[in-house]
């Protein structure tokens, strides 16, 4: 790819098992040197690559560069929308508003409870009181607000919506210059057939990777099944792709382009039915949530907040869990979960583990236990890791396992989209090149060429016409 060569003249840092850092340029060597190591590294990755099972991680610092939010920011973002949208609505939402109110100051402690830990005590809650045969009417919190379970409802299907308005994120179609997911799907695809699919298990609630699937014509496989309903099915991970399909004879090649996707804490373009028993899936245009976003964080105007969302698909299937709570026993959480921990167990499994920065316990626990399997390797990477980060996996590269931290050489004080280690920077520059994503740009162009000198032509040919 032509981008992939502009900028080289990064140094990275990888910290690996039992010595402290190789591939690291001494000060003051010459760009050739830079270049050298950059091929190095492109090298052990190109071998890492081909081990039988290539799984990712992905998680929101992936999504940063499109105007994605941490989850610590879309909460607090989240909850302050909520707050002053419960304000606005005066009386009958004074309980709600005094409920977020409370909430709101906590997030500054140093430790307090996790977005998805939160939200699963109140789905937790809205279970037990809206069941008919629970003894349970409804709760008072530590805090002393008291929420009947209509208000415990309304509540969770708000967070819901307001999750979804704030993660409406739009991935600009491949032109001039592709996006780090359009380069990170592209070479994941590139491995040899023959191999393992690659799985990509994302805790993102945004939908910028199958965009990037569908720019590129990449089939994926995301659990669910049917047209003109699509429902969560999880035996359509065992199935897989090959062609030619209308031929009874001659050789049958497996088809290169496809990956299996999980999404751990749900989707955007999940929606619940049948009091969350079924999971659909449908995506919806991102425009007019995109537009309601730019207008609100204008104007700070609260509008048709309600409006913008059909009713007649249900509520918002997105609920972020942790696994000791009673959401990951139900489809599809359980055997998204169950998927990424047998995953992580399979011999000659390597792990990139990317944008997260292992905030979720739940999501931890299964890499540390992936940590006996003798052939799993595991790559982070991560633009400015912190202290206890690195403290982490220093842990389990003294357990013997086989862990890598890919960081900057050289910190810079502000981490732009393209600095070092980043999810675009991994994607376009440190991840070895693949020659068909530049061909299917220079395609594209020829096409749009081709579009723009016809749609000339047909104007010229009706103004002659007249």
Excluded at 69 to 88: D, G, I, M, N, R
Excluded at 398 to 422: C, F, N, W
Aim: glycine content about 4%; proline content about 5%; some cysteine.
């Amino acid at each position: 790819m032509e981008e992939d060569n502009v900028e080289i003249k990064r140094r990275y840092k990888l910290s690996v098992p039992n010595k402290n850092d190789i591939l690291e340029p001494a000060a003051g060597e010459a760009v050739e040197a830079e270049d050298a190591e950059l091929t190095r590294l492109q090298a052990l990755l190109s071998q890492w690559l081909r081990m039988e099972n290539v799984s990712v991680l992905m998680a929101a610092g992936c999504s940063v560069s499109h105007d994605g939010l941490p989850l610590a920011k879309l909460e607090k973002t989240v909850l302050s929308f909520l707050e002053e949208h419960y304000k606005a609505k005066g009386k009958e939402s004074a309980n709600l508003y005094a409920f977020i109110n409370k909430r709101l100051p906590s997030l500054k402690e140093t430790n307090p409870s996790s977005f998805e830990a939160w939200l699963s005590y109140l789905s937790n809650a809205a279970f037990l009181t809206s069941q008919k045969e629970s003894p349970i009417s409804d709760f008072k919190w530590k805090d002393g607000v008291q929420l009947k379970p209509n208000e415990l409802n309304t509540l969770l299907n708000d967070l819901r919506r307001a999750i979804y308005i704030w993660c409406s994120l739009q991935l600009p179609n491949p032109g001039d210059k592709t996006t780090g997911h359009h380069a990170f799907v592209a070479k994941l695809i590139a491995r040899d057939p023959s191999l393992g699919r690659a799985k990509v298990f994302t805790l993102n609630y945004d939908t910028l990777i199958e965009q990037a699937l569908d720019h590129l014509g990449i089939h994926y496989v995301d659990g669910f099944v049917g047209q003109a309903e699509r429902r969560f099915e999880p035996s359509c991970y065992g199935l897989d792709m090959y062609y030619p399909g209308e031929v009874s004879e001659g050789r049958v090649r497996r088809y290169d382009k496809f990956i299996q996707l999980y999404k751990l804490h749900g989707s955007i373009h999940w929606w619940e039915r049948n009091d969350g028993k079924d999971v659909l899936a449908s995506h919806l245009s991102l425009s007019p949530f995109i537009e309601w976003r730019a207008e609100y964080q204008k104007s700070k105007t609260i509008n048709n907040f309600e409006s913008i969302f059909r009713e007649e698909l249900g509520p918002v299937g997105i609920l972020p869990t942790s696994n000791k709570y009673i959401q990951t026993l139900d489809l599809p959480y359980a055997h998204i979960f169950r998927a990424f921990h047998q995953t992580l167990q399979q011999p000659q499994t390597f792990l990139i583990v990317v944008g997260y920065g292992f905030g979720d316990e739940h999501v931890n626990r299964i890499i540390e236990d992936a940590l006996i399997n003798p052939s799993f390797v595991m790559l982070v990477v991560d633009p400015r890791p912190n202290e206890n980060m690195i403290k982490r996996l220093k842990e389990y590269q003294q357990m013997g396992a086989r862990v890598y931290l890919l960081s900057p050489y050289l910190e810079s004080k502000e981490i732009l989209p393209d600095s070092p280690a980043t999810f675009d920077d991994f994607a376009r520059i440190v991840l070895p090149n693949v020659s068909w994503l530049n061909d299917w740009i220079k395609l594209k162009k020829m096409e749009q060429i081709l579009k723009r000198s016809l749609n000339t032509n047909t104007l010229e040919k009706d103004d002659n016409d007249e």
